[in-house]
C-alpha cells in the first residue's frame, strides 16, 4: 500500500468511527439513564437480582459499544466497575449503599467523558482514579471470605444468588441391565419434572429389530433440557443409586443473569459437537453444503434424527428463556433525529393551512368535483396531522425517572429520609412539552424537599413516618395533561407569606386574600421565605420562573396545601404546542381564535349586560359571569354590530366570558411565532395563516384574563393602569 492508498485508508476509517459515535450518541445517554434508573432501583432491594442482572447488562453494553466505537477510556474505565456487578452477581458481594453511592460517582464520570466528546471540554481524568480507588478499597471488605459468621445481609445475599435459575443439558444412558437391577429408568425421568422445567427425548437408534430384543434389557438413552433452582446436588440426588452402573452427564448451558444480552445461542452444529454426537471434521464437511446442517448430517447419516431434534431442542428452549428474562418486545422502532421531526410537523403545519384555503375556495366554487376532492383531502390531512402528533408523544415517564436521582441526593444533603413515588408514567405528552418541563419540575420538587418535608425528628414528634413522601403523577384531562407534584410535609405557612409580602410591598396590610390568592404571593418574582440562604434555597429565584416556563407553555399552576398535611402543585399543560383544534370568531375586520379546550359555550350577550362593581358582567341562566370586551381591549375602531356573541371560557376553574362581534365555528389551527418583536405581547399566544391568506391571533386566555383583571382592579383603586 503506497502513502496515498495508505492516507485514503485512514481517513476512511476516521470517517467510519465519526459516523459510529455520532450514531451511537443517544443511545449512549439512554443507556446513562438506564444505568442510573436500575441503580436506584437496586438500592431499594439490594437483593433483587433482575436490577443486578440490569446493572450489569447495562454496563457490559456501555463497554462493548463504547469500544466498538474507540471510546477506549470509557470502555476501560467501564470494565472495572463491571467487574465489580460480576462479583455482586455471583452473591461474593453485596450491593450495600456505599456501593450504591461510589457507582452512581462512577456513572456521572462515564456521563462526563462521553460529555468531553459530544458537547466539548475535557473529562477529570484524576476523579475517575479516585472513583476507582475507591472499589478497590471496598473489594477486600466484601470479596474475601471472613472466619467470622457473615453478616445477616450478605447471608441473605449469598442465599439469594444460589437460587438463580441455570439450565442443565443431561444424558442419561442407562446400564443395559438397570431393569434387572430393580430400577425404573422412567421413574428417574419423573424425579427431573419435579425439579423444574424440564424438556426430554428419548433416543432409540440402539434398539434392535424384534428377533434381536431382549426384553428385559434397556436400550434406549435420553437427552433432558432442565432449566431450575435446585441446583447441580438436587439432580445429582436423583441419579444417586445408578451413577456407578449407567452414565449420567451434566453440564450447565445456560444461567441466569449471565449472557442475558445475548437472544441468540449456540450453532447447531456447535450443540452436536459439545455432546460427542459429531465431530468437528464431520461438521466442517457438510458446512459446505447449500442445505441446512440438521439435513445435510441427517441426510449423510451421520447424525440420527432424535440427535437433531434434540439439539434443536436444547437451541429453542434456551433462546426462549433469555427472550423471556428481557422482556423482549416483539413491536420495532427506529431513532429518528429531533430536526428532521420538526421538519416533517412543520410540512404537516403547512398542508393544513393548504388545505383550509382549498376547502374555502371549494365552498365558493360551482364545482361539486372540486368539493368533493376538497372533503377527502380535507379527511387525509386531519389524519396525517394526527399521526405526525401522535409520533411527536412521548411517555412523561422518562422525565420522571431523571428526578429519582435528584431526591436521593437532596434529602442526602439535607439530613432527610424523603421517597419519590410515581404514578402515570405511561401519560403522553408532546416532545416539545417535555422538554421545556424538566426546569419548572425541579424547582418544585426542591421546594418539596427543602421547604415541604420535615426532619425525621420532627415528623416522628408530629405522629407522621419517619420517611416523608413526594409523590409525582401525570393524567390526561381532555386536550391537556395535569401533572401533580404533592408532598405529605408541612404545609404552606400561611403567615409567614402574608408577612413576607407586605414587608416587600407586594399587599398592603389590611389586605384582605383568599387562601388561593395567598399561595399565588409565592410566584412573585424575588418571594422567599427561607431563613437562611443555602445551596438548595433562600435567594428568591424558583417559582417565578416555574410560573414564567407554565406560561409560555400555555398551560396553568394551581397551589393547593394544609398546614401539617403537605402541599399540592397541580400543572394543566397542552398535549401539543404545534397543531391544536381552535375555535375562530372575528371583531370587526380581524379574526382571533380561542384554544377550543378552553371553551365551554357561546351564546348572544344580553343588551341588560352591563358593569358592576367597576366590572363587566352578563347573566348567563341566572349565573353572573365577568366578560371583556374584545374590541375595546385591542382598540378596534369598525362599527359595532346590533348583536354580540359572548364565548365563555373556564380559566383556571373559573367561567370568564369574551366578547366577540361574531362566532365562526372549529378551526384546525397551526401555531406560528409572532417573531421577536412581538414575542413578549401579552395575551396573545402566536398566530396562525387562514385559508385566504389573512393572520389571525390565538389568543392566550388566561395571560389576557389576568391582565384585564389586573387593570381593572388598579383603576378601581384610582391608579394609574397604563401599564396593564
Not at 388 to 402: A, E, Q, Y
Not at 436 to 444: C, E, F, S, W, Y
Request: aromatic share 6%.
Amino acid at each position: 500500500m503506497d502513502d496515498k492508498e495508505q492516507e485514503g485508508y485512514y481517513d476512511s476509517s476516521e470517517n467510519i468511527i465519526k459516523e459510529l459515535r455520532a450514531t451511537f450518541r443517544e443511545e449512549a445517554y439512554d443507556l446513562i439513564a438506564e444505568l442510573e434508573s436500575a441503580l436506584l432501583e437496586l438500592e431499594k432491594d439490594p437483593l433483587d437480582k433482575e436490577q443486578i442482572g440490569r446493572v450489569f447488562r447495562v454496563m457490559h453494553t456501555i463497554k462493548g459499544s463504547g469500544g466498538a466505537c474507540e471510546f477506549h477510556d470509557i470502555s476501560a474505565f467501564t470494565h472495572e466497575i463491571e467487574t465489580i456487578f460480576d462479583k455482586v452477581r455471583s452473591g461474593k458481594m453485596a450491593a450495600t449503599s456505599g456501593l450504591i453511592t461510589l457507582t452512581l460517582a462512577a456513572l456521572d464520570q462515564i456521563k462526563a467523558m462521553f460529555s468531553a466528546y459530544y458537547l466539548g471540554g475535557a473529562a477529570d481524568e484524576g476523579r475517575a482514579r479516585e472513583i476507582l480507588a475507591s472499589f478497590k478499597a471496598l473489594m477486600p471488605q466484601a470479596a474475601l471470605p471472613e472466619k467470622k459468621a457473615p453478616a445477616p445481609e450478605q447471608e441473605a445475599f449469598s442465599k439469594e444468588a444460589a437460587q438463580r435459575s441455570k439450565t442443565y443439558r443431561i444424558r442419561f444412558r442407562p446400564n443395559a441391565d438397570i431393569f434387572v437391577q430393580g430400577t425404573n429408568p422412567i421413574s428417574l425421568l419423573n424425579e427431573l419434572h419435579g425439579l423444574g422445567t424440564c424438556k426430554i427425548v428419548a433416543q432409540t437408534e440402539a434398539v434392535p429389530y424384534l428377533e434381536d430384543y431382549e426384553p428385559l434389557a434397556s436400550y434406549t438413552y435420553w437427552d433432558v433440557i432442565l432449566t431450575t433452582t435446585r441446583g447441580m446436588n438436587a439432580i445429582q440426588d436423583v441419579f444417586i443409586f445408578v451413577k456407578d452402573t449407567s452414565e449420567v452427564k451434566i453440564d450447565v448451558i445456560d444461567e441466569e443473569g449471565y449472557l442475558d444480552d445475548e437472544k441468540a445461542y449456540k450453532r447447531l452444529g456447535d450443540i452436536l459437537v459439545e455432546r460427542g454426537d459429531l465431530t468437528a471434521e464431520d461438521l466442517s464437511k457438510v458446512l459446505d453444503s447449500k442445505k441446512r446442517v440438521g439435513e445435510s448430517l441427517i441426510e449423510s447419516g451421520i447424525v440420527h434424527p432424535s440427535q437433531v431434534e434434540s439439539a434443536l431442542l436444547e437451541q429453542q428452549h434456551v433462546r426462549e428463556l433469555r427472550q423471556q428474562r428481557q422482556g423482549t418486545d416483539t413491536a420495532s422502532s427506529i431513532r429518528v433525529a429531533t430536526d428532521k421531526l420538526d421538519s416533517l410537523v412543520n410540512l404537516v403545519g403547512e398542508l393544513v393551512t393548504v388545505q383550509a384555503r382549498l376547502s374555502q375556495t371549494a365552498l365558493t366554487s360551482d364545482a361539486p368535483a372540486l368539493l368533493s376532492i376538497a372533503e377527502e383531502v380535507e379527511r387525509l390531512t386531519a389524519s396525517l396531522r394526527d399521526t405526525t402528533m401522535n409520533i411527536r408523544m412521548l411517555p412523561i415517564g422518562t422525565t420522571f425517572s431523571k428526578f429519582k436521582r435528584l431526591v436521593r441526593d437532596l434529602s442526602s444533603e439535607l439530613g432527610k429520609e424523603i421517597e419519590l413515588t410515581t404514578d402515570g408514567a405511561e401519560t403522553e405528552l408532546d416532545k416539545t412539552v417535555i422538554e421545556k418541563l424538566g426546569d419548572p419540575l425541579v424547582h418544585i420538587i426542591r421546594n418539596s424537599i427543602d421547604h415541604g418535608i420535615e426532619h425525621p425528628d420532627e415528623r416522628v414528634a408530629a405522629g407522621k413516618p419517619r420517611k416523608g413522601t413526594v409523590r409525582l403523577s401525570a393524567i390526561h384531562s381532555g386536550a391537556h395533561v395535569l401533572i401533580q407534584v404533592s408532598d405529605d410535609g408541612a404545609g404552606l405557612d400561611a403567615d409567614s407569606i402574608r408577612a413576607k409580602a407586605i414587608e416587600k410591598g407586594l399587599i398592603p396590610a389590611d389586605a384582605q386574600l383568599s387562601e388561593q390568592e395567598l399561595w399565588e404571593l409565592i410566584l412573585a418574582p424575588g418571594f422567599s421565605t427561607a431563613k437562611k440562604v443555602t445551596g438548595v434555597s433562600g435567594r428568591g429565584v424558583g417559582m417565578d420562573v416555574v410560573k414564567r416556563a407554565i406560561d409560555t407553555l400555555r398551560g396553568t399552576l394551581e397551589i393547593s396545601s394544609k398546614k401539617g398535611q403537605g402541599t399540592t402543585i397541580t400543572l394543566k399543560l397542552p398535549l401539543t404546542l404545534a397543531i391544536i383544534d381552535g375555535f375562530l370568531t372575528r371583531t370587526g375586520g380581524e379574526h382571533f381564535i380561542f384554544p377550543l379546550s378552553l371553551v365551554e359555550e357561546c351564546i348572544e350577550l344580553a343588551a341588560s349586560s352591563g358593569k358592576e362593581h367597576g366590572r363587566q358582567m352578563a347573566n348567563v341562566r341566572g349565573k353572573i359571569v365577568p366578560y371583556i370586551r374584545l374590541r375595546d381591549y385591542f382598540g378596534i375602531t369598525e362599527a359595532q354590530p346590533a348583536f354580540e356573541q359572548i364565548v365563555i371560557t373556564n380559566v383556571d376553574s373559573r367561567r370568564v366570558g369574551l366578547v366577540v362581534d361574531t362566532v365562526i365555528g372549529e378551526h384546525q389551527t397551526v401555531l406560528k411565532s409572532l417573531g421577536r418583536f412581538y414575542k413578549d405581547v401579552e395575551g396573545i399566544s402566536g398566530a396562525t395563516i387562514m385559508g385566504d391568506g389573512t393572520v389571525a391571533l390565538i389568543l392566550d386566555i388566561p395571560k389576557l384574563v389576568r391582565m384585564v383583571e389586573q387593570r381593572e382592579a388598579h383603576l378601581a383603586a384610582g391608579e394609574d393602569a397604563r401599564a396593564y
